[in-house]
């Protein structure tokens, strides 16, 4: 796949259209992702519930496909893109971080990527305990996840869509469930991979989270981004 400007990746939304049960949740839609959010920045996403932003961030990502219109990644209609192809552009954050855990255990939930894309299994493993260790999570590496806190999960699920090294990121809420400490973790681990290169796209109530990325916002309201 061709990368866009600078050897970054470009997201476009081209008449972007989505229907949740007979209502368009967007209509008409037009950006270009790469201009509003650039890799290296985050832009936080703000608005009232409904206000369209977690379908704008399913749809970014590939999590939902249009009901028409288009989304690319650089030139190509994310729509010829498999799952896998799409998760090494942009990775997903879900508001629930049970609905991305697979694995029975930590250790496994962040291998387990890595071994689908041909990581030899023991290099995966020590790549994945690097990673617990970064979100604090060595202490729960062969704890079952069901059982975990659901603050744990949410780590989990951030650990293990950042170990695919995507180019932009979109958290939803990615604050739920974390405490002051951990929050300003995240920040700082965060802040780190947009220095190499990542684009944070952040959709988030917290605006104190918001306010720690430096992340510069952007409104929405009836599916419609206000200011752009």
Known sequence: MRQGIGGMLQIRCENL?????GKFAHSNFELN????????????IMGNNGSG???????????????????????????????GEIGKQVGYLFQEPSRQIFAAKPLDEIALPLTLRGVDEGEAKEIAAK???KFDLSHIESSTTFN?????????????TMVMNPQFFVLDEPTTGL??????????????????????????????FVEDMGASVRHMEGGVMLDG
């Open 17 to 21: 259209h989505f229907r949740y049960s």
């Open 33 to 44: 992702v790469g201009e509003f959010a650039p890799c290296g920045k985050c832009t936080a």
């Open 53 to 83: 932003k977690t379908t704008l961030g399913k749809l970014v990502a590939g999590v939902l496909a249009p009901t028409s219109g288009f989304v690319y990644y650089d030139d190509v209609n994310i729509a010829t893109l498999k799952l």
């Open 131 to 133: 990673m617990l260790a």
């Open 148 to 160: 975990l806190s659901r603050g744990e999960k949410q780590r989990l699920a951030i650990a293990a």
């Open 179 to 208: 405490d002051k400490p951990r929050r300003h973790i995240l920040a700082d681990t965060l802040k780190a991979m947009m220095e190499e290169g990542m684009g944070i796209i952040l959709i988030s109530h917290d605006a104190q």
